[in-house]
């Protein structure tokens, strides 16, 4: 009863996010007519693969023989799928599993922003936030890689700040432990630990011994013998060493077709439907021996559209930051627009704000008005992210922990630029944690500059 007495505010932020997500998930189980699979398999091919697994099919996406080796996808969140599921024959262990890891994700990022802040303000709204997040809670339900890849991001930087703290080897190996297994659930940070290790040099700038530069190679070296088997894995199934044809394909089949449709004045579909028909593979079909190709071919061509491709990057980033994603939580209840804007509302608002405006006002007694709702508050927090990052800058001691949050949200919203305009609030999920401390550090300060001009 002490240790409950002592952790009062993180049993009532986990307890807060557990019964959002079990009732969130009762309506959406509901919506497709008790069917758990329906309900929370998602469109990424994670639980086909988990399915094969089981099946004894190997990793592979497909639904019928040959079954071919998949490549696409990093191994973790199948294997994470089919061990649990295993156990009990049911997929409702990996579901209720998935359920509590996002419950206990709040909790870490508390630990995390009391790193940036002893503000209880900053610190138990981040909590708070995340345990009541939309986007959060539609994946704590479905079998996407977020929660399991979130998991081990955010233990990863808690042992890097532990480091940094306390100049410990061991939590820093753990650190890059963790980073690796989160690559291998999702390789978008297969670059990050170059990063980290250039904060780790930066961290000990005034005392940069032969110590510290061993440190930060083990952490690579750790980091890269971490994958290295999933690396052995694909040279020996498909011919190449190497993670994942991710970065090739986003380039070809999301970022070009996005730059192409702003150039010539049409939409995503017709324009990656054009590139279809040329032969681009979808995901589930495409191996890493393709993925050098899909490069060589992309960059040439998105180069020679400079402006749309500035443009294409722009929005990119804009809806990175202020993307709501309701209208997913929705569609997973069956609630859906019955028209669609056809465009980005940021392309919208500035070629066509009266449509704009009559699309929100038709949808104002409507579930759909909280898009636009949520949309807003992702603007403000935004806003106040922007003025945080700046005064934090200028009033707090600049340290390793904010920059490596800052990094790693830097990081990530211009990874997510090769994915184009199909972006959506999915990619941000991981640095909420993030960005959440340092917005509501800038909307302390906005409004005590408001409280002290009133004066």
């Known amino acids: 009863m002490s240790f409950i007495r002592a ?33 929370s398999k998602g469109a990424d091919g994670y639980f086909n693969i988990s ?21 696409f996808r ?6 994470f799928l089919a061990w649990s599921a295993g156990l009990t024959g049911s997929y409702y262990l990996p579901l209720i599993l998935t359920i509590l890891i996002s419950c206990f994700l709040p909790l870490i990022a508390m630990r995390l922003a009391r790193r940036l802040s002893s503000s ?10 995340l345990a009541l997040e939309p986007v959060a809670i539609l994946h704590s339900v479905l079998f996407y890689s977020e929660p399991l890849f979130m998991l081990f991001l955010f233990l990863s930087l808690y042992y890097l700040f532990d480091y940094f703290d306390h100049k410990k080897v061991i939590p820093l190996m753990l650190s890059s432990v963790l980073l690796g297994l989160a690559t291998l659930t999702r390789p978008t940070t297969e670059y990050l630990p170059i990063l980290i290790a250039i ?51 986003n380039l070809y089949a999301n970022l070009l077709p996005s730059v192409l449709s702003i150039e010539n004045g049409t939409s995503y579909d017709i324009e990656y439907t054009k590139l279809q028909e040329q032969g681009v593979s979808g995901p589930n079909e495409t191996d890493v021996t393709e993925a050098q190709g899909y490069t060589d071919r992309a960059i040439p061509l998105l180069l020679a559209h400079p402006v749309a491709l500035a443009l294409t990057a722009g929005t990119v980033e804009i809806a990175f930051f202020t993307h709501d994603g309701v209208l997913n939580v929705l569609r997973l209840l069956k609630i859906q627009p019955d028209i669609s804007l056809g465009t980005p509302a940021l392309f919208l608002l500035l070629h066509d704000p009266a449509k704009l405006l009559w699309f929100m006002g038709y949808y104002l007694r409507s579930p759909i008005i909280l898009v636009l709702f949520m949309r807003v508050v992702w603007i403000v927090i935004t806003l106040c992210f922007c003025i945080g990052v700046v005064q934090y800058l200028r009033k707090e001691r600049f340290t390793s922990h904010a920059l490596t949050m800052l990094t790693v949200i830097a990081y990530m919203a211009l990874t997510t630029i090769i994915v184009g305009l199909t972006v959506n609030a999915r990619y941000r999920l991981p640095v909420e944690a993030f960005i959440i401390p340092f917005a509501l550090y800038g909307f302390m300060r906005v409004t005590a500059a408001m409280r002290h001009h009133g004066k």
Request: hydrophobic fraction near 55%.
């Open 7 to 39: 952790h009062k505010i993180e049993f009532g932020i986990f307890f807060l996010a557990l019964i959002v997500r079990v009732f969130y998930f009762g309506l959406a189980l509901q919506a497709h007519d008790g069917n758990l699979i329906d309900t």
């Open 51 to 71: 399915q094969n697994i089981l099946q004894g099919h190997g990793f592979s996406s497909d639904l019928v023989a040959p079954f071919t080796a998949n490549s």
């Open 74 to 79: 990093a191994p973790l969140q199948p294997y």
């Open 120 to 129: 209880k303000v900053i610190v138990l709204g981040t909590g708070i936030f």
């Open 199 to 249: 904060i780790i040099l930066w961290e000990a700038r005034a005392y940069l011994t032969g110590k510290v530069w061993v440190l930060a190679g083990a952490y690579l070296l750790v980091f890269f013998i971490v994958l290295t088997p999933w690396l052995y894995r694909n040279k020996v199934e498909v011919g190449v060493f190497a993670l994942t044809p991710q970065t090739g394909v």
